[in-house]
């Protein structure tokens, strides 16, 4: 069973496409808070930033495991800074 997502506001999204611009789309959405919860929580607990990860990633529908988050959070906390 396939499901077919339709994107508002991309007039090029077509069911050939349209899985490869919500992946896209989600790519960028992870890169953009990551990037943000860097700037903001670099020296904080790991935990706080894994906290700080899902809320914002679940404003914009993106629900990650809890793995792929800490793994993120490690990543920032051991950015020097």
Same mark, same amino acid.
């Given at each position: 069973?396939?499901? %077919?997502?339709?994107?508002?506001? =991309?007039?090029?999204?077509?069911?050939?496409?349209?899985?490869?611009?919500?992946?896209?789309?989600?790519? %960028?959405?992870? %890169?953009?808070?990551?990037?943000?919860?860097? &700037? =903001?929580? &670099?020296?904080?607990?790991?935990?706080?930033?894994? &906290?700080?990860? !899902?809320?914002?990633?679940?404003?914009?529908?993106?629900?990650?495991?809890? &793995?792929?988050?800490? !793994?993120?959070?490690?990543?920032?906390?051991?950015?020097?800074?």
């Amino acid at each position: 069973m396939t499901s %077919q997502f339709g994107i508002t506001g =991309l007039s090029s999204a077509n069911r050939e496409n349209s899985s490869t611009l919500l992946g896209w789309q989600l790519a %960028q959405r992870i %890169q953009l808070t990551v990037n943000q919860v860097a &700037r =903001l929580k &670099r020296d904080a607990p790991v935990e706080e930033i894994v &906290r700080e990860l !899902d809320v914002r990633l679940r404003r914009f529908g993106v629900f990650m495991t809890a &793995r792929e988050l800490t !793994d993120y959070a490690t990543g920032i906390s051991e950015t020097p800074g």
